[in-house]
């Protein structure tokens, strides 16, 4: 299978090109990127640096990639970035690759789909099938679990987590760590409940949620010290893997706050 590349496109001879690429007009490609089998690039996308993109990815015009890091402390170090197959990065996405400074790599994974003007800084994880929506602004180390969605214009503050099936509604703040399965909103945002809806289109059992409703009221009841409503949880709902899914998230990291209700 050959690959097409637009007269007007500049790609660098050392650049590694996959079977089925097609470069359109005015795309800048440099010479340590790699491009994996089908990968399409519209127009005018600039792809720099050590950055590899995975087979079946499509980009929009005006997508960067790969340019070094706003991070004041790296010093130009050998940095990089990796996305999977069949990502969509549409209008005006900007990710950046690691930093020298910390994680050297910035990753993101499978069938994620970064909208117009959506930006993922240093050293951030995305996980797979995860939704960025328009000019969602991610911070330096951020950690993005697997079918997560940021909705609209929200923001994360960088060194954040945002466990596995949340969702982050539009225009919120982000501030704190978001549990697994966990519905923030508002700024700065806070904890409304549980992403049922998305647990429920993923095809999770009913019993399963429902337990898992029963342990969040557990959790963030206002009784007692949250240490003692943590424990509780996990011995009551040992059984049950998101509720530990939650438990192991909140444990993981002991210096960072979490997300938590809005009481009063």
Do not use: W
């Amino acid at each position: 299978m050959s690959v097409n590349i637009h007269p007007s496109a500049h790609v660098d001879s050392k650049a590694q090109l996959g079977d089925g690429v097609e470069i359109g007009p005015l795309c800048v490609v440099g010479p340590q990127v790699k491009l994996g089998d089908n990968v399409k690039l519209i127009s005018q996308v600039n792809i720099a640096g050590d950055t590899e993109i995975g087979p079946d990815c499509k980009l929009y015009p005006f997508v960067a990639l790969g340019h070094p890091p706003q991070d004041f402390k790296h010093q130009d170090g050998p940095v990089s970035l990796k996305i999977g197959a069949r990502t969509i990065l549409r209008e005006l996405v900007n990710i950046h690759p690691g930093s020298d400074n910390g994680r050297l790599q910035t990753t993101v994974g499978d069938d994620c789909y970064f909208m117009v003007g959506s930006h993922l800084a240093h050293e951030g994880r995305c996980g797979n099938n995860v939704v960025i929506s328009n000019g969602v602004q991610i911070g330096g180390c951020v950690t993005i679990g697997d079918h997560v969605v940021l909705g609209g214009l929200s923001a994360v503050h960088q060194f954040t987590r945002i466990g596995a099936h949340a969702f982050v509604g539009g225009m919120a703040t982000v501030t704190t760590d978001v549990i697994p399965y966990g519905l923030v909103v508002g700024n700065t945002a806070y904890l409304t409940g549980l992403n049922v809806i998305g647990l429920k289109r993923r095809g999770f059992d009913r019993r399963v949620i429902r337990d898992l409703r029963s342990a969040y009221r557990l959790l963030f009841a206002q009784e007692g010290t949250f240490k003692e409503r943590l424990e509780d949880t996990a011995r009551l709902y040992a059984d049950n893997e998101l509720v530990m899914d939650v438990v192991g998230f909140i444990k993981t990291q002991d210096k960072r706050s979490i997300c938590m209700p809005k009481f009063g």
